[in-house]
C-alpha cells in the first residue's frame, strides 16, 4: 500500500487528542502536526504517538497552518483530521483499495457530527438518530452528516485555500484532478460543546469570515460561509440576508444560498417573501427536506394551511424519520380544520420522541386552537414532566392555562416547581404573586359568604 501520513493542526487538545491519533495510529506511516501554541499535554501526547511535531505560530489563517504541516509530509497520500475527530474503524479495510486508485487524486469523506438533539442542524443538514456505530459516540442522540476532502495525494498543487473553512478540494479540481466517494466516515465532536465555547467559535469564525471576504471578494462562497455565521452564529439577519444576496450575485447558481435567503425572511417575519427563494432553491437543485419544510412553515405563517400541508407532505417523504417534521403536518392538518388526523399525527411524534420540546408545543397549541383549553393543559403538565429541561416559559404556559379554567392551585404549584428551577426569574415571582393574590381573594369571598 502507498504510503499514508496523518496531518493535523492543534492547539490545546489534550482533552481529544489521544482518541484521535489512536483511530488513525493502525493506518498510517507518519503523522504530522502543526501545533500553533498549546499549555496543556497536547505536544507530549502527540509524541507518544510517534508525531513529528512543529511549533508554529497561529497568523488568524487555518488553511496557512494546514499547508505549513503539509509541507512536511513525505508520504504518497494525506490523511486530514481535526483533534476532536475519530476515524473510523471502517477505513481500515477500505483505505488499501483507495489508495491504488490511480484516476483518483482526492475522496470526498463523509464527516459524522454528533449533535445534542434531533432539532439540530448544519447548515442545511438536518440531525438523523443516532446508530450507535462509534462506542465513544453513544451519548449522543443524534448527527448531522456533510462531506469534505480529507483524504488526497501528496502533490505540490494541491494545497489548502481559505482563511477559514479551508478545503484542499478547490486546488485539486483547478489542477485537473478527479475526486471520488471515499466510502469511509470521520466522527466529529465539535458541535456538541458548551455555550460558551460554541461562543468563542462564533466570535473567531466571524472575525476570520469577514477578512476571507475582504481577500476574497468575488468568492460567493466566502459570502455564503459569512451569511449563516451571522444568521445562525449572531441572529443579526439583516446583514445575513445582505450576504446571501451578494453570494446569489456573484452565482445565481448557488441552491444553498437562495435557500438561506428564503430562512432569513422567514425569521424576519417576511413568510411571503420567503417563498420565492425558496422556491428557487428547490429548482436549482437544493431538493431536500429541510427545503421542503422551510417552504411549508412559510406557507404556516402566511396562513395558507393547505399549501403547508403539502409541503410538508414532500419534507416527510423525503425525511420520514423525523417526528419534529410530522408534528408540524399534524398542526397544519388541525388549522386546515382536520382535527382527527391532525392530533393523531401530533400525538404520535410526540410518543416517538417525547424528550423534544416542540413537539409537545405543537400539541398544545392545537388543543388551544380546538378550544380543549382542559387538555391544552394536561399536555402542558405532560412536557414540564417529560423534557430535560423546561424553560420559564413552559412553566408559565402550564399555569396561564391552569388559570383559564380556574385552577388557581394547580397554577401555584406550576409556578412554584419553576422557580425551583430557575429561582432568579422575574416573570415566574410576579406571576406566582398574582396567582397567590388571586386565591387568597377568593379564599377571603368564601369565608365571608360563609360567615352570612
Sequence with gaps: MPGLALSMI?????RDLAACLASARPIVSEIVIADTGSTDDTV??????????LSIPW???????????????????????????QLDVAARQLLPTLLQQEPIAGFQTTIRSYVLSLQDRLWDRTAVPNDGRLPDARPFPAYVEHEHVRLFRRNPA?????????????????????IGPAGFCIHHFGLAVDA?????????????????IQEMPCN?????????????????????????????????????????????????????????????????GHATALVAETRGDAFYSAGDFSSACRCYELALSRAPELPSLASKLGL?????????????????????DPKTSDTHDRLILAFVCLDRIADAALAAEVKLDTIASPAPADFLRAASLANRLGHWVRAAAALER??????????????????TTTVSAASAVADAVSGD
Design 10 to 14: 492543534v492547539r490545546d487538545a489534550a
Design 44 to 53: 507530549a501526547i502527540a509524541r507518544r504517538f510517534g508525531a513529528r511535531v
Design 59 to 85: 497568523e488568524s489563517h487555518f488553511a496557512e497552518a494546514r499547508n505549513r504541516a503539509l509541507a512536511e509530509v513525505r508520504s504518497d497520500w494525506v490523511l486530514v483530521l481535526d483533534a476532536d475527530e
Design 158 to 178: 494541491f494545497h489548502f485555500v481559505g482563511r477559514v473553512h479551508e478545503s484542499v478540494g478547490p486546488r485539486i479540481l483547478d489542477s485537473g484532478g478527479k
Design 196 to 212: 460558551q465555547r460554541r461562543a468563542r467559535k462564533n466570535l473567531l469564525y466571524r472575525d476570520l469570515g469577514r477578512r476571507k
Design 220 to 284: 460567493a462562497q466566502a459570502h455564503l460561509e459569512q451569511g449563516f455565521v451571522e444568521l445562525d452564529g449572531f441572529g443579526n439577519l439583516p446583514e445575513a440576508l445582505e450576504l446571501f444576496h451578494r453570494a446569489l450575485t456573484l452565482n445565481p447558481r448557488l441552491g444553498v444560498a437562495w435557500f438561506f435567503s428564503g430562512v432569513t425572511l422567514l425569521r424576519l417575519g417576511r413568510p411571503a417573501d420567503a417563498l420565492r427563494p425558496l422556491e428557487e432553491a428547490e429548482r436549482r
Design 332 to 352: 397544519a392538518e388541525v388549522r386546515l380544520g382536520r382535527p382527527g388526523t391532525g392530533l393523531k399525527r401530533i400525538g404520535a411524534a410526540v410518543a416517538t
Design 418 to 435: 419553576g422557580l425551583r428551577l430557575h429561582p432568579s426569574e422575574p416573570a415566574l415571582k410576579q406571576a406566582l404573586h398574582e396567582v
